[in-house]
């Protein structure tokens, strides 16, 4: 009679220790795979972060064949040749420029020293 009324009263209050139980690991399982979730997409978006930074360099930066990177070239190989295999080596003599040519020279000179530095006043003004 005992085993009857202890099998009767246990069996669903086990029962439902063991459903409460069950919920508990459900709802740790669907946190985890909510943070999981969470995870993935998060990767996703620092991906799509870095690709759109790496665009933005390219931008930046442009293209090796553009009009003034292709007169910086051709005033660095200049002054490369003048300084280098006229000067330094003494393996033959360069007409100096005059006029037009010096002037626009020395601009270009003038501009890619001066282009950084008024890029970082620029950057530190936007602040």
């Known amino acids: 009679m005992w085993m009857t009324i202890v099998s009767f009263l246990g069996g669903p209050v ?3 220790l063991i459903d409460g139980y069950k919920a508990k690991l459900a709802a740790g399982n669907t946190s985890e795979k909510i943070a999981s979730d969470t995870a993935a997409s998060e990767m996703v ?3 799509a972060e870095i690709r759109a930074l790496n665009e933005y ?3 930046a930066l442009g293209h090796w064949y553009e009009p003034d990177k292709i007169m910086g070239y051709a005033v660095a190989i200049y002054f490369a040749k003048l300084l280098v295999y006229d000067k330094v080596l003494g393996l033959g003599s360069t007409d100096p ?4 040519a010096e002037m626009t020279a020395n601009l270009i000179v003038a501009f890619y020293f001066a282009k950084r ?3 970082n006043i620029a950057r530190i003004i936007k602040r």
């Open 97 to 100: 420029l005059a006029g037009f």
């Open 45 to 47: 978006v620092q991906t």
């Open 117 to 119: 530095g008024f890029e």
């Open 57 to 59: 360099k390219i931008a």
């Open 14 to 16: 086990i029962k439902g």
